[in-house]
Structure formats: structure tokens, C-alpha cells
């Protein structure tokens, strides 16, 4: 099962500089475990306390996860990944 | 530097002013490695704040969906500040996750929804440092085909 997950540029050092890898995982959760195998640090810039991060957006087939269930959206295969950290400040 | 042309500055002027007390928020498109500030973006501050601004979520991926199928990267992320100055704050700094792009701050605080001149300053934050650089503004861009 091949999920492909859209990197975003800050995240690229975890990616070799790649823009797209693929992983697996029937959750969003077991996605990123997966991720954290190939792409050792990625999951702490991507998970805080058990959560996804405040100012991290990950999508799901152009969905925010937020609305379908968090680190528990689920997927399949051919789903499209795209995380994007969130344009904010003070 | 950045080198920016009038109309874009204008553009951004306009927005922090209009939005005012609010921030404003939105970025300036532009080629891949470029580093051309092209095709200006307004986007609404979801937050609706004095004090924070973010991209909504939606918005964000339509933005990020466009730019790539264009070949496009943010040049420029620009916001307001309205009370305070245009240097970035410690969760601009936090949270700024795009090391190529000039961040733009612009501050309304002297004159808020008038007219009248308002601070306009750009930065490179770069893991947690932020080093000011100089802006230029010129009437047009230089033509694509001439520029190194």
C-alpha cells in the first residue's frame, strides 16, 4: 500500500531534499510511524504530546484532517498526503 | 535584498491599511528560485486579530495546490503589525517555516486606516534568526529573459 506524502520545504532536511516520499499505513497515525522509519525526526516535527501540532496542516485527498478525524483519518491506498506547516504569527 | 516593484508594494501598503486594526496577511508568488515577487496574493487573516494572523487552512492548500501546479514558490510572506513595529515577533520567529521567502513586515501603528507612510521592512528568518535586508522598490521588474 503506497501513500504519497508532499513534504514540505522546511521538512525537506528529514527527506534528503525530496519533495514527495511514499509510506504507508491504514491511519494517519500509523502513516507517520511509518514516515519516523525512513525519515528519523520527522514525527516530532509533526506530533506534539500525542497530537498533531497547532501550526502543522496535514491534508488528505485536499481535506484537512481536522475535519475527518485527526491522526485517526484513515487511508488507503492512492491517497494523497500533503503536509504544510500554517503561514502565522503575531 | 528585495527588490519589489511599486505596484506590489503599493498593493501590500493597501491592504495592512484597509484591514487595519487587524493584521493583514498574504504573500507574493513568484517562479521557482526566482526570487521574483510576481503575482501578489491577499489572503484573509482567519484569526481576524490585532495581535495574530493565520492563513485559514483551506485557503492555505488552494494556495500552496496553485503555486505548484505553477511552478511557483512564495517569494514573499508578508503581514501587518498594528500597534507595535515592523520587526518580527518571537512567534513570527517561531513560526516562520519558510527559510527561502522574504518576510515582509509592514506597521500601521502611525496611521493606521490613512494615509500617510508606513514602516516597511523585509526579513530572512532562518531557523530562529532573523537578519533585516534592505528593500528596493523600482517602477517595474527587470524583464525575465535579462535578469541573471
Known amino acids: 500500500m503506497a501513500i504519497e506524502v508532499r513534504i514540505p520545504t522546511i521538512l525537506r532536511t528529514y527527506t534528503d531534499g525530496e519533495k514527495a516520499v511514499n509510506g504507508e499505513g491504514a491511519s494517519l497515525t500509523a502513516l507517520i510511524d511509518d514516515l519516523e522509519v525512513n525519515h528519523p525526526g520527522i514525527k516530532d516535527r509533526l506530533i506534539e504530546n500525542g497530537d498533531l501540532r497547532r501550526f502543522v496542516n496535514v491534508y488528505i485527498n485536499d481535506e484537512d484532517v481536522r475535519f475527518i478525524g485527526g491522526l485517526e483519518a484513515e487511508l488507503k491506498d492512492g491517497d494523497q498526503v500533503v503536509v504544510l506547516p500554517a503561514v502565522a504569527g503575531g | ?148
Open chain 2, 1 to 148: 535584498m528585495l527588490t519589489i516593484d511599486r505596484a506590489t508594494y503599493d498593493a501590500i501598503v493597501a491592504h495592512a491599511k484597509r484591514d487595519h486594526p487587524d493584521e493583514a496577511c498574504g504573500i507574493v508568488a513568484g517562479p521557482e528560485g526566482s526570487d521574483r515577487p510576481e503575482r501578489f496574493v491577499e489572503m484573509v487573516n482567519a484569526a481576524g486579530s490585532p495581535t495574530f494572523y493565520e492563513f485559514d487552512s483551506t485557503d492555505l492548500f488552494q494556495l500552496y495546490k496553485e503555486m505548484d501546479q505553477n511552478d511557483e514558490e512564495p517569494v514573499v510572506v508578508y503581514h501587518s503589525h498594528t500597534a507595535t513595529e515592523a520587526y518580527p515577533s518571537r512567534t513570527d520567529i517561531g513560526l516562520a517555516s519558510e527559510p527561502g521567502a522574504h518576510y515582509v513586515l509592514v506597521s500601521t501603528r502611525e496611521h493606521g486606516n490613512n494615509d500617510g507612510p508606513v514602516e516597511f521592512r523585509s526579513y530572512r528568518i532562518v531557523d530562529g534568526e532573523v537578519t533585516e535586508e534592505d528593500v528596493t522598490v523600482v517602477d517595474d521588474l527587470e524583464p525575465r529573459n535579462e535578469s541573471s
